[in-house]
């Protein structure tokens, strides 16, 4: 697609608006569905695991599509590869929004979930053009807290959609939001690469420089942080509609309300972050996330193998989880990201790539696991918060003392 004139005017709240709705991009296509799974699962006449693949599919696509969504722009620029991830998007929505099977719907959403990945990883890439590595974590802390409206709001939203019409008009509405996502990038974005690598696609620079940041220690240590920090969430995610329909009775709409609550708790993070970000390093902001999300899953799964199968058991501690997880994201992205200013653009893609595989593979376990009880999603979560605070203790403490 064509570039927009090489004019950038400084960073402004409509260009941050901008970057919080792309970066949106990727949990709003999950989490605004998830009250119809049920309701998909009979109307298509698959089962749960049949269901739960289209989100291990999607995630399966949005990582994949990572890797290269950052090399090609680290040549060709942001803004046009932005673009085409939004037109592949709106297009794969439809074909969502009229698949006849649970088939096609997997296919579909692979394929959107090849067109959603562009916002995130791009997304977070322009706010490393923009605001440098000083001002970014606290601008990604501000940003990750306002996107968290869309696991706040598409629940319930969509639960409503899906009580009010079907399961089909939650991929309407995504239709309508990338449709206007594309003109609205194509109207505000510039392009922000300004230093474009004319051999960052080629095969061989790709993987030299993937090798790169996985020998760098503090990056190593962040990236396995960060993605397993997500993966325990994405087991919440991708359990939540069946524990609490299924199991504990609620309605899609009640499912979404309770769901909100728990994205609560990723706000509080992430505007605690933000403030804290001024006086403090991510390193010691991202120490606090670990620790308060690991007590979080270790509560959980606790309270799951005395058999205590109540909401409750299962929304304060994973309130908790989502706090420390509104810590880690942010500041592992800025940690992540600082050091590597000519590979923004692949730092990005591999971190997307490893939180996205990870969570896959989680959402997979908990889909195959899935029993009358809460166990299996517990220990799931559990296992992501554990493996973070491992990783962190592991590499990227020592890494720190060093500095």
């Known amino acids: 697609m064509p570039s927009k004139p090489d004019s950038q005017a400084a960073p402004g709240l409509g260009i941050a608006v901008l970057l919080t709705t792309l970066v949106a991009l990727g949990p709003l296509s999950t989490d605004f569905y998830l009250p119809s799974l049920p309701a998909m699962t009979a109307a298509l006449g698959t089962d749960v695991a049949g269901t739960q693949l289209t989100l291990s599919i999607f995630l399966g696509g949005f990582a994949i599509g990572q890797l290269f969504y950052g090399p090609l722009s680290d040549r060709f620029g942001r803004r046009p590869l932005m673009l085409t991830g939004l037109v592949i998007f709106l297009v794969a929505s439809i074909a969502c929004a009229l698949a006849p099977n649970i088939e096609t719907l997997i296919v579909a959403r692979f394929v959107q979930a090849i067109g959603a990945c562009a916002g995130p990883v791009l997304g977070r890439t322009v706010v490393r053009d923009l605001y440098g590595p000083k001002d970014s974590a606290r601008m990604l802390s501000y940003i990750s807290a306002a996107m968290a409206l869309a696991p706040l709001l598409g629940p319930v939203f969509g639960g409503w959609l899906s009580v009010a019409f079907s399961w089909r008009a939650t991929f309407v509405f995504l239709i309508i939001y990338s449709a206007l996502q594309t003109a609205a990038t194509w109207r505000l974005l510039a392009e922000s690469n300004r230093h474009p690598d004319p051999t960052a696609i080629q095969p061989r620079r790709i993987l030299a420089n993937y090798a790169t940041l996985l020998r760098d220690t503090t990056y190593r240590g962040v990236l396995m942080c960060n993605g397993l920090a997500y993966a325990g969430m994405f087991a919440f995610i991708s359990g939540a509609p069946f ?10 709409q009640t499912m979404g309300l309770a769901f909100g609550l728990m994205v609560s708790g ?13 006086r403090h390093g991510p390193d010691v902001i991202l120490t606090a996330g670990v620790g308060v999300g690991s007590a979080g899953g270790v509560v959980m799964l606790l309270m799951a193998l005395v058999g205590w199968q109540h909401p409750a058991a299962v929304m304060v501690p994973m309130w908790l989880v989502t706090c420390g997880i509104g810590f880690i994201m942010p500041n592992a992205t800025a940690i992540a990201l600082a050091p590597w200013p000519t590979m923004a653009g692949a730092a990005a893609s591999l971190m997307g790539f490893s939180q996205m595989a990870l969570a896959a593979a989680f959402g997979i376990f908990v889909g195959h696991s899935f029993t009358d009880s809460t166990v299996p999603m517990a220990a799931a979560i559990s296992a992501g918060m554990g493996g973070s605070l491992l990783s962190y203790l592991l590499w990227v403490r020592p890494a720190s003392r060093r500095a």
């Open 243 to 252: 524990v609490f329909i299924n199991l504990f009775g609620f309605s899609p």
């Open 266 to 278: 990723f706000i509080t993070g992430t505007m605690s972050s933000g403030r804290l970000a001024s």
